[in-house]
């Protein structure tokens, strides 16, 4: 099983008229930003890997799923560890 960590990132978010939030673009690192293509999913969930509880967003990100987590105020991902 490949390791992952938890990794905290900056994200543009738009908040609709009902003020949800919906992410638009992860900043995974310096000059590394990705645009949410979809969100597919909204749900208060538990990160097994890294640990963490919070309402984790499922996105389709250049064509692949990905989950990214808003926990106490702040954005994380389950990174690859390198």
């Excluded at 490949?2 to 310096?30: A, C, H, L, N, W």
């Amino acid at each position: 099983m490949e390791q992952r960590e938890k990794k905290y990132v900056p994200v543009i978010v738009r908040f609709d008229t009902d003020g949800k939030m919906r992410p638009m673009e992860i900043e995974f690192s310096e000059g590394q930003k990705y645009p949410v293509d979809q969100i597919l999913d909204v749900c208060r969930a538990a990160c097994q890997s890294v640990g963490g509880v919070g309402d984790r967003y499922t996105c389709r990100i250049q064509g692949k799923e990905s989950y990214l987590w808003f926990e106490k105020g702040r954005w994380f991902v389950a990174a690859k560890r390198m």
